[in-house]
């Protein structure tokens, strides 16, 4: 087994976000990552910071506002529909959407997959739930795309759950038949590698991520931290594109901005104030479309006006802003557990 600390190593990486999990691995006896809407009403500090955070909001930030600034914070669409007692949206394999001039959207409405194009290759971030996903959704629609999956040389998973494998199921196919090498948070593979099940073989660990590592695949270098919350070692990577020729730089939260302890949100406040905002982010992704914006809309905005204006980028002020509301709104959840445990704020 082949493991290497990342920090501050210019290697090269491979990615793609994956399919949605199984209702088994969604279950289950799960951390608490939030507070209850009763922890967090009674909270008279948290009800303060969220008042506070509408400075932020302008006329252009409201939806973003109203997705952040509760008790959850950003959740996946089937969730926030299945909480509130209406149907499941369906489910099916999205059109291959090129959203960036270098990166690709693939797989299915739920959870789907980022392929990255790079000179020397394809960065692929996430694998799909399993073999068969990664067999039958993940690989068809690259080469739908005009993607060769022959040409992946790393796959970064984006975080992962003990026993669970729906961001990283598809990884040990993937890596066995195009020789990938395998990245992910290093607090998540000592989490998952001995929960590992033996009809699903996770990945050969190959490299450790932790804040600061960066992977360089020919004119293309990820960096990374680590956001943990969802998971120990669920990654933000921030990574370069190009939309008409004009760069830019989004950012890929696999957290989903969870700070359940306030190690977690220290990180987070580092990531947006420390990275996202000196370093001009202007977007934010996740596997499942639909937690940080109306990704499957703006998919289809961009295949409709593939010459217009990217709906996925902010004008840099207004992404600013966006960053600043979604740290205080995280500060706000993170004062409610530590009030409903009995600590400080």
Request: hydrophobic letters at 40%; aromatic letters at 6%; glycine letters at 8%.
């Amino acid at each position: 087994m082949f493991n290497r600390l990342a920090t501050g190593m210019s290697i090269a990486v491979g990615a793609a976000l994956i399919l949605q999990t199984s209702a088994a691995a969604q279950g289950g006896n799960r951390p608490v990552r939030f507070p209850t809407p009763e922890q967090f009403e009674a909270s008279a500090e948290a009800q303060r910071i969220i008042e506070a955070a509408r400075m932020f909001v302008g006329d252009d930030l409201q939806y973003e506002y109203d997705n952040n600034c509760t008790f959850s914070g950003p959740q996946r669409a089937a969730l926030d529909r299945q909480q509130a007692g209406l149907p499941p949206i369906e489910n099916y394999v999205v059109e291959p959407t090129r959203i960036f001039d270098n990166m690709w959207y693939v797989g299915p409405t739920s959870q789907g997959a980022f392929v990255i194009t790079t000179s020397e290759g394809l960065i692929l971030i996430d694998t799909l739930n399993n073999t068969e996903e990664a067999q039958d959704i993940l690989i068809p629609s690259m080469e739908k795309a005009g993607l060769d999956p022959a040409d992946i040389k790393y796959i970064v998973l984006s975080h992962g759950h003990p026993g669970q494998t729906d961001h990283a199921g598809g990884a040990n196919y993937l890596q066995a038949t195009y020789g990938a090498t395998v990245a992910m948070g290093k607090p998540d593979w000592d989490a998952t590698l001995p929960t590992q099940q033996p009809d699903r073989p996770l990945a050969k660990r190959n490299i450790d991520l932790v804040t600061g590592s960066t992977l360089t695949l020919g004119d293309t270098t990820l960096s990374f931290a680590l956001e943990p919350g969802h998971s120990p070692g669920s990654l933000a990577m921030f990574i370069p594109v190009t939309w008409h020729g004009e760069s830019h730089k989004v950012m890929l939260l696999a957290g989903a901005v969870q700070t359940p302890d306030r190690e977690a949100y220290e990180a987070l406040e580092h990531i947006m104030n420390d990275i996202a905002i000196p370093q001009n982010v202007q977007g934010i992704l996740n596997a499942h479309p639909g937690l940080y914006q109306d990704t499957l809309a703006d998919m289809e905005t961009i295949r409709n006006n593939p010459d217009g204006p990217n709906p996925l980028l902010y004008e840099q002020e207004r992404a600013n802003r966006y960053w600043s509301l979604t740290t205080e709104c995280a500060r706000a959840r993170t004062i409610a557990l530590e009030e409903a445990a009995g600590g400080g704020a």
